[in-house]
């Protein structure tokens, strides 16, 4: 079943996020009303040279080595399906790689290529938006990958590297080449996340290719009004920033104050359940956001920051 074929329009994403959208994250929008949800971004290199370490048992999939990132960041649960899992990288043969082991030993609803990311670490190496300057190569990737899966492939991109009529111009040759969805963020990689986003190109790219490929738009989704705002002609919307803090942004503008409590006490319990205590210390960044707005929110982040088991939490939920 192809999953952007299946889920009825519009179709609410949560877009990828590097140290942000973790199983504990994915699972809790989920529960909160996401369509669908996108792993972190994970390298098709490192999956390359690393799967040889990789081993299976009736527990998951384990790794030779007392660490591996990688594995870790490929793990998910029934709970968030359906999932879509995301590659980075520049080389066809290793996205080949990736799609295929990934498709035969997790089979997620998809694999997504970013093509968007303009994280300086990640577009010096020539991957994310780095993509946006050769179409010939980003084509070139998407065949690879679809060679390698029977799972729908989609790319998270931009509206071009400094102008937004470049998406004009290289959409067309993704969807020539079978892309089944389109993930648009309405800026350039020189704007970053500076400036509103705009989506008129998204918009035009739609209503020319109708009924070719599921298009969805991204950027400045803050709440559940914008979904409705922003939607038009597109298949669906994918919020990433608006979702901190606020994960029921896909299904509602607000929450009680005892539903908030209640989504704190439960994010935090699903980041210990994942990760133990350490789960509990990137708990911190979430925590943050979900204060934000309080009157005592000044004295709170004091504590917040330095919270280390789920007791410090309920205090902290207790003084809001």
């Known amino acids: ?6 889920l009825e329009r519009p179709i609410k994403v949560l877009a990828p996020m590097a140290d942000y959208t973790d199983s504990a994250f994915r699972l ?21 040279y690393q ?6 048992d009736g527990h998951g999939w384990h790794s030779k080595k007392d660490y591996d990132p990688t594995l870790s960041l490929l793990e998910f649960t029934a709970g968030e399906s359906p999932i879509i899992v995301q590659l980075f990288g520049k080389h066809p043969e290793k996205f080949a790689f ?38 010939n190569l980003a084509a070139e990737i998407v065949r690879a990958v679809k060679k390698n899966t029977n799972l729908p492939v989609s790319v998270k991109t931009r509206l071009g590297w400094d102008d937004d ?5 290289f959409a067309p040759k993704l969807i020539d080449v079978g892309v089944d969805a389109l993930i648009i963020h309405g800026r350039t990689y ?38 409705e705002l922003k939607i038009g002609n597109l298949d669906g919307v994918a919020v990433g920033r608006g979702a901190f803090g606020k994960p029921w942004i896909f299904s509602r503008e607000n929450v009680s104050f005892d539903e908030l409590k209640k989504i704190i006490l439960r994010h935090a319990e699903l980041s210990f ?16 956001a979900y204060l934000k707005g309080f009157a005592n929110a000044k004295e709170l982040r004091k504590e917040a920051v330095l919270v280390k088991d789920l007791s410090d939490i309920q205090r902290i939920v207790e003084k809001l």
């Not at 809790?28 to 390359?48: H, P």
């Not at 799967?51 to 299976?56: F, I």
């Not at 359940?273 to 943050?288: D, P, T």
């Open 273 to 288: 359940e994942f990760k133990g205590e350490h789960g509990i210390i990137e708990f911190r960044k979430h925590l943050l």
């Open 165 to 169: 009529d470049e998406i004009l111009n």
């Open 28 to 48: 809790l929008c989920r529960e909160n009303g996401a369509d669908m949800v996108i792993t972190e971004l994970i390298s098709s290199d490192a999956i390359f």
């Open 190 to 227: 020189r704007d970053g996340f500076k400036g509103l986003s705009r989506w008129e190109n998204i918009y035009r790219l739609k209503d020319e290719f109708r009924d070719k490929v599921k298009i969805v738009g991204n950027g400045d989704i803050k709440d559940f009004k914008d979904i």
């Open 51 to 56: 799967a040889k370490n990789w081993y299976q």
């Open 98 to 135: 990736a799609a295929d082991w990934v498709s035969k030993n997790l089979q997620p609803e998809g694999i997504d290529i970013n093509m968007g990311c303009p994280a300086r670490k990640v577009v010096s190496s020539d991957h994310g938006a780095a993509l946006l300057k050769d179409c």
């Open 1 to 6: 079943m192809n999953i952007w074929q299946s």
